[in-house]
């Protein structure tokens, strides 16, 4: 059974600072890794997808990288603001679109 | 183009009653997948389907079922809802398999 473990579960830093999230999983044998944000009482907003013959993906600030032999994937934001606060999620997505979630990073960004 | 529709956005009902969740997913994404989110146990897949076909199920009751229709609209529904049952419930589509899932706003469901 796929596990899925964010760390650390909050992360409080000041503005325009560079930071790392992690993400382990169990299972390596995952199709792909997506990260999300979520604002609060809000829905998921997709951030990257990381298929699994990739080993890193950027958007804008965001990095993220893959590493399924050692079963772990970090997203790491350049020059936070305060508009990165949210809970960040990653999601090992398995056979027949099931995406197994951790627990989430709240990130508070502070001015 | 329209992301994601979940409808209604907020629902109270009391124990007992069932209710029916609907979701529109992105034109031309014919999986769609729904999730339950709660404080304790975090997101929890429900179950998936593609092009009508439950394809995968996860570990909750058989109170908790849901279909999908010719044009990929589709619905959940809880019957003899618990007081437990109260959560966010996320939908998600995707063009295919493996693919990058977008999420709706939610349901948010109260049960009293």
């Known amino acids: 059974k796929q596990e899925v473990t964010q760390i650390p579960a909050a992360l409080s830093v000041p503005e325009g600072e560079n930071l790392v999230l992690n993400c382990s999983f169990t299972d390596s044998a995952i199709y792909n890794l997506q990260w999300f944000r979520q604002d609060p009482g809000k829905g998921l907003t997709s951030l990257l997808l990381i298929q699994s013959s990739q080993r890193e993906q950027t958007s804008g600030r965001l990095n993220a990288s893959l590493d399924k032999s050692s079963g772990r994937s970090t997203l790491y934001i350049a020059a936070s603001q305060p508009g990165d606060s949210a809970t960040y999620l990653c999601?090992?997505?398995?056979?027949?679109?099931?995406?197994?979630f951790g627990q989430g990073t709240r990130l508070t960004i502070n001015p | 183009k329209a992301g994601v529709t979940q409808t209604p956005r907020y629902l109270i009902k009391t124990r007992g009653q069932q209710v029916t969740l609907s979701c529109s997913p992105i034109s031309g994404h014919r999986s769609v997948s729904w999730y339950q989110q709660t404080p304790g146990q975090g997101l929890q897949f429900l179950f998936e389907?593609?092009?009508?076909?439950?394809?995968n199920k996860g570990n909750f009751p058989g109170r908790f079922s849901g279909r999908q229709f010719s044009n990929s609209r589709s619905e959940m529904n809880v019957s003899t809802l618990e007081l437990g049952d109260s959560a966010l419930y996320l939908c998600?589509?995707?063009?295919?398999?493996?693919?990058?899932?977008?999420f709706g706003q939610g349901t948010r469901l109260t049960v009293v």
């Open positions: 389907y593609f092009s009508e076909t439950q394809r």
């Open positions: 998600a589509s995707s063009l295919d398999i493996p693919a990058e899932a977008f």
């Open positions: 999601a090992a997505i398995q056979g027949a679109q099931k995406l197994v």
